[in-house]
C-alpha cells in the first residue's frame, strides 16, 4: 500500500459562521478563526477543511458562490484569509479548501449575464436553460421536468426576462453549472489552479457526483407531483471523463488532498473514484450510513437504527475499499446532527459515549474527520420554535410539511430535532461566557443552552475529556502506522450490541471491541485468533475510555469473559 500524508492525516472541519467571532456582529469569521489556531494545533489535527468564505448571498450560508475569488464580507478579508493560511502553515498544518463547482449563486456573474439573452450569449450554455413544457388544456405552462429540489419544491424556476427555465437542484438561488461546456470547465481549473499556487493543500468537493446529467434531463416515468430525479444526475455518464480531466488539468500537478462528497455513490463506483490508478480523487464521503435511520419517507422520515445495520454498511466500505481506494471516516458534519445525540447518549454517558465513538472512527482504515465540537461532545439543540431555525432546508421542509401538507408542527419539530442541520450550526461552546464565549454580539444561529456545562475551557483543564481522548487518538495516530494502514477484518458481525474488528500491518495486530449500548455486555475474544492450545498472551491496552485494571491474560482457548460498561471502548495489541 502506498503512503501518502493525507492517508495518516487527520482533518477538522471549521463552519467558520460558527467557529469564533471577532469583532461583535454574532458571525464567526477569519480573525476569530485566527485567534483560535493554537488550540487547533493543542488537539494536534493535521488537516483543516474550511467550509466555503467566498464571496456570496448566503442563501445556503456561503454554498452559493457569487465570487469563486474573492472572500465574503462577513468574514473577512482576502489578506485575512492570507494570514490564516500563514498561521496553519506555521503551525504544521494544511488546508483544504470547499469546492463548490455543481453550481453558483444566481448573483455569479456567469449567471447574470446567462440570463441576459438566448441568442448570441456565450454565457448561455453555463447553466441548463430549457423551455418550459406546455400544460394539459386548461392548465399552465410545466416545468421542463419533474425532478424535485433537494430544499423542496420543483428543481426549475421560470426566468421572466427569456421565459425559460433554469435548473436548480438546490436552492433557486443556487443554479447548476452545464459541465457538457469546455469554455466553463476551463473557467473552472483556471480557477482551482488560482488558489492552489496560493498555497493551498487541496480540495473538499461539494456535491461533485452531480456534475454530469444525462442527455436530455428526462421526466422520471411514472411519477406524480416533484420527485427525486437522481438517477439522471447522480455519478451521471460523463463524470469520470470530467474527474479524470480536472485530475490531469489540475490536481496531479499538485501535492495535495481531494475528497468528494458523493451521496448515493456505492463501494463500486467508490473504487472507481479513489482507485490509485484511476488519477481522479483521493477519497470520498459517502452517505450510506448517515441513511441509516431514515426511513421510506425520506431524511425526515425517521426511523430506530440497528448496530448490525451501521456495522454492515461499514464494514462493507472497509473491505470493498481495502487494497483498492480509500475510506473517509466522519459520523457528523455541517449537514448532519450531532454524533454523539444520534449514535451515543446525550445525558449520562455523553463522555463515554462520544469517545467511544471516536474510537470507532479513529482505529477504521482511513482518514478520519473531525467537525467542530465533536471533540467536546456537543449536541443537537432543541430549539423550541421553527422561528429559530436558519437552514433554508429545515425551513422549506417544515413550510411544505405543515402548510402544504397538513401535518402537525410539533411532529415535524421532531424530525427538525432530531435531523435538522442546524444541529450541527450552532455556535462552537468555548467557555462559560455569555453566548459560549463565540460572540460578544447577538449570535446568528442562537447558543445551544448547555454551553455553560460543555465548553472548550473545561474541556482542556480536565485531563479526562473527551477533549483529552480525541488528543490521545490523534498522538497515538501519528505513532502507530498501523491506525492508518492496517487491513480490516470484521468480527462478530451478528452481534446487537458489541462492534468488533482486528488491524493487521506488519506483523502487529490491534483488536477493537466496543459496546455501543447502555446496558451492560460481555465480551468474549474469539477463539480464532488464538489457535496455538496452551500458549499464553498478555494483551497490551493501548487506550480505552474507562480505568482498566491489569490485561486479562489469555490462556490458550480458556479464555476469560470481559465485561464491558455502558459504551465502553478498548483497543488492544495482541
Same mark, same amino acid.
Given at each position: 500500500?502506498?503512503?501518502?500524508?493525507?492517508?495518516?492525516?487527520?482533518?477538522?472541519?471549521?463552519?467558520?459562521?460558527?467557529?469564533?467571532?471577532?469583532?461583535?456582529? /454574532?458571525?464567526?469569521?477569519?480573525?476569530?478563526?485566527?485567534?483560535?489556531?493554537?488550540?487547533?494545533?493543542?488537539?494536534?489535527?493535521?488537516?483543516?477543511?474550511?467550509? #466555503?468564505?467566498?464571496?456570496?448571498?448566503?442563501?445556503?450560508?456561503?454554498?452559493?458562490?457569487?465570487?469563486?475569488?474573492?472572500?465574503?464580507? &462577513?468574514?473577512?478579508?482576502?489578506?485575512?484569509?492570507?494570514?490564516?493560511?500563514?498561521?496553519?502553515?506555521?503551525?504544521?498544518?494544511?488546508?483544504?479548501?470547499?469546492?463548490?463547482?455543481?453550481?453558483?449563486?444566481?448573483?455569479?456573474?456567469?449567471?447574470?449575464?446567462?440570463?441576459?439573452?438566448?441568442?448570441?450569449?456565450?454565457?448561455?450554455?453555463?447553466?441548463?436553460?430549457?423551455?418550459?413544457?406546455?400544460?394539459?388544456?386548461?392548465?399552465?405552462?410545466?416545468?421542463?421536468?419533474?425532478?424535485?429540489?433537494?430544499?423542496?419544491?420543483?428543481?426549475?424556476?421560470?426566468?421572466?426576462? *427569456?421565459?425559460?427555465?433554469?435548473?436548480?437542484?438546490?436552492?433557486?438561488?443556487? #443554479?447548476?453549472?452545464?459541465? +457538457?461546456?469546455?469554455?466553463?470547465? +476551463?473557467?473552472?481549473?483556471?480557477?482551482?489552479?488560482?488558489?492552489?499556487?496560493?498555497?493551498?493543500?487541496?480540495?473538499?468537493?461539494?456535491?461533485?457526483?452531480?456534475?454530469?446529467?444525462?442527455?436530455?434531463?428526462?421526466?422520471?416515468?411514472?411519477?406524480?407531483?416533484?420527485?427525486?430525479? $437522481?438517477?439522471?444526475?447522480?455519478?451521471? #455518464?460523463?463524470?469520470?471523463?470530467?474527474?479524470?480531466?480536472?485530475? +490531469?488539468?489540475?490536481?496531479?500537478?499538485?501535492?495535495?488532498?481531494?475528497?468528494?462528497?458523493?451521496?448515493?455513490?456505492?463501494? @463500486?463506483?467508490?473504487?472507481?473514484?479513489?482507485?490509485?490508478?484511476?488519477?481522479?480523487?483521493?477519497?470520498?464521503?459517502?452517505?450510506?450510513?448517515?441513511?441509516?435511520?431514515?426511513?421510506?419517507? $425520506?431524511?425526515?422520515?425517521?426511523?430506530?437504527?440497528?448496530? *448490525?445495520?451501521?456495522?454492515?454498511?461499514?464494514?462493507?466500505?472497509?473491505?470493498?475499499?481495502? $487494497?483498492?481506494?480509500?475510506?473517509?471516516?466522519?459520523?457528523?458534519?455541517?449537514?448532519?446532527?450531532?454524533?454523539?445525540?444520534?449514535?451515543? !447518549?446525550? $445525558?449520562?454517558?455523553?463522555?463515554?459515549?462520544?469517545?467511544?465513538?471516536?474510537?470507532?472512527?479513529?482505529?477504521?482504515?482511513?482518514?478520519?474527520?473531525?467537525?467542530?465540537?465533536?471533540?467536546?461532545?456537543?449536541?443537537?439543540?432543541?430549539?423550541?420554535?421553527?422561528?429559530?431555525?436558519?437552514?433554508? @432546508?429545515?425551513?422549506?421542509?417544515?413550510?411544505?410539511?405543515?402548510?402544504?401538507?397538513?401535518?402537525?408542527?410539533?411532529?415535524?419539530?421532531?424530525?427538525?430535532?432530531?435531523?435538522?442541520?442546524?444541529?450541527?450550526?450552532?455556535?462552537?461552546?468555548?467557555?462559560?461566557?455569555?453566548?459560549?464565549?463565540?460572540?460578544?454580539?447577538?449570535?446568528?444561529?442562537?447558543?445551544?443552552?448547555?454551553?455553560?456545562?460543555?465548553?472548550? &475551557?473545561?474541556?482542556?483543564?480536565?485531563?479526562?475529556?473527551?477533549?483529552?481522548?480525541?488528543?490521545?487518538?490523534?498522538?497515538?495516530?501519528?505513532?502507530?502506522?498501523?491506525?492508518?494502514?492496517?487491513?480490516?477484518?470484521?468480527?462478530?458481525?451478528?452481534?446487537?450490541?458489541?462492534?468488533?474488528?482486528?488491524?493487521?500491518?506488519? /506483523?502487529?495486530?490491534?483488536?477493537?471491541?466496543?459496546?455501543?449500548?447502555?446496558?451492560?455486555?460481555?465480551?468474549?475474544?474469539?477463539?480464532?485468533?488464538? #489457535?496455538?492450545?496452551?500458549?499464553?498472551?498478555?494483551?497490551?491496552?493501548?487506550?480505552?475510555?474507562?480505568?482498566?485494571?491489569?490485561?486479562?491474560?489469555?490462556?490458550?482457548?480458556?479464555? !476469560?469473559?470481559?465485561?464491558?460498561?455502558?459504551?465502553?471502548?478498548?483497543?488492544?495489541?495482541?
Amino acid at each position: 500500500m502506498k503512503k501518502a500524508f493525507w492517508k495518516e492525516a487527520v482533518v477538522y472541519q471549521i463552519y467558520p459562521r460558527s467557529f469564533m467571532d471577532s469583532n461583535g456582529d /454574532g458571525v464567526g469569521d477569519l480573525r476569530g478563526i485566527i485567534s483560535r489556531l493554537d488550540y487547533l494545533k493543542e488537539l494536534g489535527v493535521d488537516v483543516v477543511w474550511l467550509s #466555503p468564505v467566498y464571496k456570496s448571498p448566503n442563501d445556503d450560508n456561503g454554498y452559493d458562490i457569487s465570487d469563486y475569488q474573492d472572500i465574503m464580507d &462577513e468574514f473577512g478579508t482576502m489578506a485575512d484569509w492570507e494570514e490564516l493560511l500563514a498561521g496553519l502553515h506555521a503551525r504544521g498544518i494544511k488546508l483544504i479548501m470547499d469546492l463548490v463547482v455543481n453550481h453558483t449563486s444566481d448573483e455569479h456573474p456567469w449567471f447574470v449575464a446567462s440570463r441576459e439573452a438566448m441568442d448570441n450569449n456565450p454565457y448561455r450554455d453555463y447553466y441548463y436553460w430549457r423551455p418550459g413544457q406546455e400544460g394539459q388544456e386548461g392548465q399552465e405552462e410545466r416545468e421542463p421536468n419533474n425532478w424535485v429540489s433537494c430544499f423542496s419544491g420543483p428543481a426549475w424556476e421560470r426566468d421572466n426576462k *427569456t421565459g425559460e427555465y433554469y435548473l436548480h437542484i438546490f436552492s433557486r438561488k443556487q #443554479p447548476d453549472l452545464n459541465w +457538457e461546456n469546455p469554455r466553463l470547465r +476551463e473557467e473552472i481549473y483556471k480557477m482551482m489552479e488560482w488558489w492552489l499556487d496560493k498555497g493551498i493543500d487541496g480540495f473538499r468537493m461539494d456535491v461533485i457526483n452531480f456534475i454530469s446529467k444525462v442527455e436530455g434531463l428526462p421526466s422520471v416515468e411514472g411519477a406524480e407531483g416533484y420527485t427525486w430525479g $437522481g438517477d439522471y444526475f447522480m455519478n451521471g #455518464p460523463r463524470i469520470h471523463e470530467y474527474l479524470q480531466e480536472m485530475n +490531469e488539468r489540475v490536481l496531479s500537478r499538485y501535492d495535495i488532498m481531494t475528497v468528494g462528497e458523493m451521496p448515493g455513490v456505492t463501494t @463500486e463506483q467508490a473504487e472507481l473514484y479513489t482507485g490509485e490508478d484511476r488519477r481522479e480523487l483521493n477519497m470520498v464521503f459517502t452517505f450510506e450510513h448517515m441513511d441509516i435511520d431514515s426511513g421510506p419517507g $425520506g431524511k425526515w422520515d425517521v426511523v430506530p437504527w440497528k448496530l *448490525t445495520d451501521l456495522k454492515r454498511i461499514l464494514n462493507r466500505w472497509q473491505l470493498g475499499l481495502q $487494497g483498492k481506494g480509500w475510506n473517509s471516516l466522519y459520523l457528523n458534519n455541517h449537514d448532519q446532527p450531532r454524533m454523539v445525540s444520534r449514535f451515543g !447518549d446525550e $445525558g449520562e454517558y455523553r463522555v463515554v459515549s462520544a469517545k467511544m465513538l471516536a474510537t470507532l472512527l479513529h482505529t477504521m482504515q482511513g482518514t478520519p474527520y473531525i467537525y467542530q465540537g465533536e471533540e467536546l461532545g456537543m449536541t443537537n439543540v432543541l430549539f423550541p420554535s421553527i422561528d429559530d431555525y436558519r437552514d433554508i @432546508e429545515t425551513l422549506n421542509m417544515y413550510r411544505d410539511k405543515v402548510s402544504g401538507q397538513g401535518l402537525p408542527p410539533e411532529e415535524v419539530m421532531r424530525s427538525i430535532h432530531i435531523k435538522g442541520r442546524d444541529n450541527a450550526r450552532t455556535p462552537f461552546q468555548w467557555n462559560a461566557e455569555p453566548h459560549g464565549g463565540f460572540t460578544t454580539g447577538t449570535p446568528w444561529l442562537a447558543v445551544n443552552p448547555n454551553y455553560k456545562e460543555i465548553h472548550a &475551557e473545561a474541556a482542556m483543564k480536565d485531563p479526562d475529556s473527551i477533549f483529552h481522548y480525541y488528543k490521545l487518538l490523534l498522538l497515538l495516530r501519528k505513532q502507530h502506522p498501523i491506525m492508518a494502514y492496517g487491513s480490516f477484518t470484521s468480527l462478530l458481525d451478528n452481534h446487537e450490541q458489541i462492534y468488533a474488528y482486528l488491524r493487521e500491518w506488519e /506483523g502487529e495486530r490491534w483488536l477493537v471491541f466496543m459496546n455501543f449500548f447502555k446496558e451492560p455486555v460481555d465480551f468474549i475474544l474469539p477463539l480464532e485468533l488464538f #489457535p496455538v492450545t496452551g500458549a499464553t498472551m498478555q494483551p497490551e491496552l493501548i487506550i480505552s475510555n474507562y480505568e482498566v485494571g491489569s490485561a486479562e491474560a489469555v490462556v490458550g482457548h480458556s479464555i !476469560d469473559v470481559v465485561p464491558l460498561r455502558p459504551y465502553e471502548a478498548r483497543v488492544y495489541r495482541i
